[in-house]
């Protein structure tokens, strides 16, 4: 069991033949996931071999992809400027879920497409700007490495692709159902709420580690929902202590304006309702490996 994507996801790779399409689909197929096809107009009926003698078929849009292959998920590594289009393709599609890779996609096109797919339903987006998820084991949609954790109870949500990798190389003795990297843009089309409904509801995640970045309120949105709908312990950690006031760091999101979308405010709002927080991700894995053996005990 794992949430969004299982063992019997059937993957796409909208941009496969491009060199981060090529390389990245070359990791997945390495770590399980079934890639069943790509997609790239210019290069429909044509087949890219891999590794193993792997031969992946390429069509000319994602309608027929699905056609051909009953796929249920894509994985977008396309330019930021064709993200939208590369989006709405895929939603009008009906795909299920749809994993958008790419960094510097426009807030505006984000926008456009995370409100095209809630109007049509149907389409789960995860990103943009992230590494995708994994369920270790079972498949891996995205740029996460496969072979830093394997399978456990452990469910992850974070908006940092490195924090994302360095939780799981840190709790990889416990293993995770799924993690998830949400990404950091200031609209992404998976929140932590989302990830945090999908752990409560799934038996097979018994603790949750959620992982924020400074900027925005979706830490607060998400203590407000934990307090409320979450049973299962939950430990958090944010990125940022050290962030100057008024400066935009690093990611798109990140910006704090006085109080509001500061790592301490964030941090007591989750503290309020009940989460333990860590200052660093080493003290917050440690939170969670004491979590984990208290429900092992």
Known sequence: MAIFLTADSKVIVQGMT???????TQRMLRSGTAIVGGVNPRKAGTAVEFEGGVSVPVFGTVAEAMEA??????????????TKAAAVEAIDAGIPLLVVITEGVAVKDT?????????????????PNCPGLISPGASNAGIIPADISGGGRIGLVSKSGTLTY???????????????????????GTTHIDCLEAFENDPETDAIVMIGEIGGDAEERAAAYIKE?????????????????????GHAGAIVSGSSGTAQAKKEALEAAGVKVGRTPSETAHLMREIMESLAG
């Open 111 to 127: 926008a456009e497409f995370y409100n095209y797919a809630a109007e049509k339903g149907g389409t789960r987006i995860i990103g």
């Open 69 to 82: 292959t009953g796929a249920d998920v894509s994985v977008a590594f396309v330019p930021a400027a064709f």
């Open 229 to 249: 709908h979450v049973t299962k312990p939950v430990v958090g950690y944010v990125a940022g202590f050290t962030a100057p006031e008024g400066k935009t760091m």
């Open 166 to 188: 360095q939780m799981m190389y840190e709790l990889r003795d416990f293993g995770f159902s799924s993690a998830v990297g949400i990404g950091g843009d200031p609209i992404i």
């Open 18 to 24: 491009g060199s981060e399409g090529m390389k990245h």
